[in-house]
């Protein structure tokens, strides 16, 4: 699979490509039609005025946060062992995790929580626009815990590695969300639907 990465990479590229010229010629072609063209004044302003908004969506920071929180679950926890020290550690993961799911119910589910919105209601509310966040950061905080009372963590330092190796293994995820990101919001510049 890893070896079609790159070629799946080349072609989204080479689709940017052939959409900027496709929109070029079809804006040419039809100068009162509704195709912008990306090769126009207007085109290279807003593919360089717009490129970091682009990116910087709340998706890029969940792919980043659910990254790190399976860094920290291929680090800290093991699944296969069974021990006493490993069922402990487990255990207490447990603990934390329905400590942390009833603060979190406290949170949204009690008369005029504060993660409700305005009106009250769970959708839309800061609570869903927060819950990848408040998951990815119970699992690793979970993670953490079980890694460290079963002794895979014995340091700061085992715990920043493991936050490191789920975006090293997500790194492949973040160029072709780049490419993907950019490719669907530069056919809807070229391709106005309103």
């Known amino acids: 699979m890893k070896r079609y990465l790159p070629t799946v990479a080349l072609l989204l590229f080479v689709a940017e490509v052939l959409l900027t010229l496709v929109s070029w010629i079809m804006s040419a072609a039809s100068p009162t039609g509704s195709v912008r063209s990306m090769l126009s004044s207007e085109g290279i302003r807003w593919f360089l005025g717009h490129f970091v908004d682009i990116m910087a969506s709340?998706?890029?920071v969940w792919l980043l946060l659910l990254a790190m929180a399976y860094g920290c679950i291929a680090k800290g926890v093991d699944l296969r062992a069974n021990s006493y020290r490993i069922n402990r550690a487990r255990l207490f993961a447990l603990v934390f995790l329905l400590l942390y799911s009833g603060i979190i119910i406290m949170l949204t589910m009690m008369p005029h929580a504060?993660?409700?919105s305005a009106s009250g209601s769970l959708w839309p509310s800061p609570f869903s626009a927060s819950l990848v966040p408040v998951?990815?950061?119970g699992v690793m905080a979970a993670a953490i815990i079980c890694g460290t009372v079963s002794g895979r963590f014995t340091s700061l330092?085992?715990?920043y590695e493991?936050?490191?190796y789920g975006?090293?293994?997500?790194?492949s995820l973040l160029l072709f969300y780049v490419l993907?990101?950019?490719l669907y919001f530069s056919l809807c510049f070229v391709f106005p639907i309103s």
């Open 58 to 60: 709340p998706l890029l």
């Open 114 to 116: 504060i993660l409700l």
């Open 135 to 137: 998951v990815s950061f």
């Open 157 to 159: 330092g085992d715990v």
């Open 162 to 164: 493991a936050l490191l």
């Open 167 to 171: 975006i090293r293994k997500a790194a």
């Open 180 to 182: 993907v990101a950019q």
